[in-house]
């Protein structure tokens, strides 16, 4: 059994910035890769950043130079670095991680974590 939670999110004003984290736990070999999504009211869920297990990221286009992702790999942990956030930046996001257990690899994801950005 593997738990990913999720925390740091929040109401916040435009332009500010927050970071959110996620944990991950339980019957872990090794982490592949790790990443963050979010969904917006009647859209689908998109990628926001991701992270491998070497320290390659990718981003989606509209939090590129706003986001950063990184990982603590002795913690099993990953966060996400938003600055210069915006309205539009509202969303539930959402933690997934792809992680090697002893039954073989799985996705797994956080209960998500509510970001608002309203003044």
């Known amino acids: 059994q593997v738990q990913l939670v999720e925390s740091g999110g929040g109401l916040v004003q435009p332009g500010e910035s927050r970071r959110l984290s996620c944990a991950a736990s339980g019957s872990i070999i090794s982490i592949n890769a790790m990443g963050w999504y979010r969904q917006a009211p009647g859209k689908e869920r998109e990628l926001v950043a991701a992270?491998?297990?070497?320290?390659?990221?990718d981003y989606g286009s509209s939090v590129k130079g706003r986001f950063t992702i990184s990982r603590d790999y002795a913690k099993n942990t990953v966060y996400l670095q938003m600055n210069s956030l915006k309205p539009e930046d509202t969303a539930v996001y959402y933690c997934n991680g792809n992680i090697r257990t002893w039954n073989g690899n799985y996705d797994y994801w956080g209960q998500g974590t509510q970001v608002t950005v309203s003044s």
């Open positions: 992270i491998t297990s070497r320290g390659s990221t």
